[in-house]
């Protein structure tokens, strides 16, 4: 999650995200932090839309506490585009 180099490649992030994916709704808070900070820009909207197909009061308090905390735009329009699709259900 750290190698910037994997960003571009077309398997690598995927692959990443699939070892990822289990383990999103056993700790949603830290996978979300996790996907905060890697290099691979793919995976915090892979884990915004799972922590959101979760479809708990626990997941959408995990969402809107990082669309309170953060400052950036990219981030800030996906977590909306989570919570939006929590409250679609």
């Known amino acids: 999650m750290a190698h910037s180099e994997d960003a571009p490649d077309h398997n ?3 692959m990443v995200w699939c070892a990822m994916e289990p383990a999103v709704e056993l700790d949603m808070p830290s996978a979300l932090g ?3 900070s890697t290099k691979l820009p793919q995976l915090f909207s892979f884990t915004v839309r799972r922590i959101a197909a979760v ?3 626990p997941a959408l308090k ?3 506490d990082r669309l309170g905390t953060t400052s950036d735009a990219a981030e800030r329009k996906e977590l909306v585009s989570g919570i939006s ?3 679609g259900k």
Do not use: E, K
Request: net charge positive; glycine share 6%.
């Open 62 to 64: 995990t969402l809107t």
């Open 12 to 14: 690598q992030p995927m």
């Open 55 to 57: 479809g708990t009061q």
């Open 34 to 36: 996790l996907a905060t």
């Open 85 to 87: 699709r929590f409250v």
